[in-house]
């Protein structure tokens, strides 16, 4: 039995996520799998590639072929560097967490206002002002 380590596509239509798995080469693409050995999430920015460094060294050591998509992955991650003993490659970027928006009190927001409006509603204007005219035109 041929061993393939390939992507299980999952997600939406137009948000993908996959899984890297370890399957049977003859089994289709969202088929059963043997093992999930890492995640890979292509539409966050950096992409998100987590992959299980002990598990690929296994599949690999034990004959599983990795397709081109995974091979591209494992390559970035260093797992197919280590594997066939060469130099790492160049650590991954890491996505910086985004600086926290600062809340309405540090802004300088009173709690002391009862949340009335500043300027009278149109509807009472125009009312008022109906009710005006048909005073005049009476007298």
């Keep these: 039995m041929a061993v393939k380590i390939k992507l299980k596509r999952l997600g939406k239509i137009r948000s993908p996520h996959y899984r890297i798995v370890v399957a049977d080469s003859r089994t289709r693409r969202d088929g059963r799998a043997i093992e999930e050995i890492g995640k890979y999430h292509?539409?966050?920015n950096p992409s998100v590639m987590e992959v299980d460094a002990e598990r690929v060294a296994y599949w690999l050591s034990v004959g599983a072929q990795p397709t081109e998509p995974v091979l591209a992955i494992l390559k970035k991650t260093?797992?197919?560097q280590k594997f066939k003993?060469?130099?790492a490659p160049a650590p991954l970027l890491v996505a910086e967490p985004k600086p926290a928006r600062p809340s309405f009190e540090a802004i300088g927001g009173d709690d002391d206002s009862?949340?009335?409006?500043i300027t009278q509603?149109?509807?009472?204007?125009k009312k008022d002002e109906a009710a005006a005219e048909?005073?005049?035109?009476e007298a």
């Design 121 to 125: 509603k149109k509807k009472a204007e």
């Design 134 to 137: 048909s005073e005049s035109t």
């Design 42 to 44: 292509p539409t966050y």
């Design 114 to 117: 009862k949340g009335e409006a």
């Design 78 to 80: 260093g797992d197919w």
């Design 85 to 87: 003993g060469e130099p």
